[in-house]
């Protein structure tokens, strides 16, 4: 007599797998029209039909479900930037300004969940669990890895901030990249964010400024800066 083993998840797996992805949804949902302070575990329930006790046993918690949602979004950024990457654009440089526009549009695709990312969602979160730092530093990597391409291997690392960014990428597993390049994309990353943040919060349209030209300045100075 044989028998068969199951090789993928039974129905109550996909059931249950079904049902946190519809409350993930529904989640994202209120994140859009209210931000991180609107996001109700019992508000989720009604909306999908359940009670809030048997919401709990999806998500333990709010904190819980951010979390998913976090995660979800830094692989979504992610993975954004990976095809821009390995689309075909010509040398490295315009590789790089082609993930430098696809961070862009993601962010502005959907400003609630870059926001979420960028932002201490509510008091006692806790933004910098392992979880989140290792989600990050995926979306992270892609950049270094197309930075790295043009790389100058004897520019500096500035001053002031040698052993911290060593000691980053000793914790990170940053590996095959020049300390200079990871510095100098911290620094890009720090500037894409502040202009990506002023954009999605309306801040270039109320001065009547188109930001796409900074973007492009930003990625010919990064690139003259290697």
């Not at 040398?91 to 962010?107: F, I």
């Not at 200079?180 to 349209?205: C, K």
């Amino acid at each position: 007599m044989t028998t068969e083993s199951r090789t993928g998840p039974g129905p109550r797996d996909r059931f249950r797998a079904q049902v946190r992805e519809e409350v993930k949804a529904a989640a994202l949902r209120q994140l859009a029209d209210g931000g991180p302070e609107a996001l109700s575990l019992n508000a989720v329930a009604k909306q999908l039909g359940m009670t809030g006790p048997a919401l709990y046993r999806y998500f333990a918690n709010r904190d819980s479900l951010l979390t998913e949602l976090v995660v979800d979004a830094y692989s979504a950024l992610a993975a954004a930037l990976a095809h821009a990457a390995d689309a075909p654009a010509g040398d490295d440089t315009e590789r790089l300004a082609s993930v430098v526009r696809a961070y862009r549009a993601w962010a502005r695709t959907e400003p609630h969940r870059y926001r979420l990312l960028f932002r201490a969602p509510f008091k006692g979160y806790d933004a910098h669990s392992d979880r989140l730092v290792e989600a990050a530093q995926r979306a992270m990597n892609v950049v270094l890895n197309v930075a790295n391409a043009p790389a100058a291997p004897d520019t500096a690392v500035p001053e002031g901030a040698r052993v911290q960014v060593r000691e980053w990428m000793e914790r990170r597993g940053v590996e095959d990249v020049p300390p200079a390049v990871a510095s100098r994309t911290m620094m890009l990353w720090a500037h894409l964010h502040g202009l990506v943040s002023l954009e999605i919060e309306d801040n270039f349209a109320s001065m009547g400024i188109d930001p796409g030209p900074l973007y492009e300045a930003e990625v010919g100075e990064f690139t003259r800066g290697l």
